[in-house]
């Protein structure tokens, strides 16, 4: 339960941040790139490669620290880091083909799903 709580905490924190820097960002958005999510995906990526590269060659973050950390803020800041972080897994451990394929499966689900959650939105 405790574990659950600690992530809870960490996904507020997380969707804080990702709204703080969405806000900030909106005067520079040109032409409707959101520069906001770009920043948020980024430093998600950047955080969660530091973070598990830390814990791979130190031992210094309990489990329950990390997994609050990555699942429950740097989850609610984005969800790229973490796929990021599953793609570098599988290239790393020597499964090429499955890292491109996780990679071109996420993001012809996430485009494809976005799609059809407008064709159901509409529908209602």
């Not at 998600?44 to 950390?69: H, Q, T, W, Y």
């Not at 993001?107 to 799609?115: I, K, R």
Request: aromatic content about 10%; hydrophobic content about 55%.
């Amino acid at each position: 339960m405790t574990q659950i709580l600690f992530i809870a905490v960490a996904g507020a924190l997380g969707t804080l941040l990702r709204y703080a820097i969405t806000h900030a960002t909106r005067s520079i958005n040109v032409a409707g790139f959101a520069w906001g999510t770009l920043l948020a995906n980024a430093l998600g990526c950047l955080l969660i490669g530091v973070l598990l590269g830390i814990g791979k060659e130190r031992d210094i973050f309990s489990p329950n620290l990390m997994r609050a950390i990555t699942v429950g803020f740097l989850g609610a800041l984005t969800t790229f880091s973490t796929f990021t972080a599953d793609t570098v897994n599988l290239y790393s451990a020597n499964q090429v083909m499955a890292a491109m394929g996780y990679a071109v499966a996420n993001l012809v689900a996430g485009f494809t799903l976005f799609y059809v959650g407008g064709i159901i939105a509409r529908a209602i």
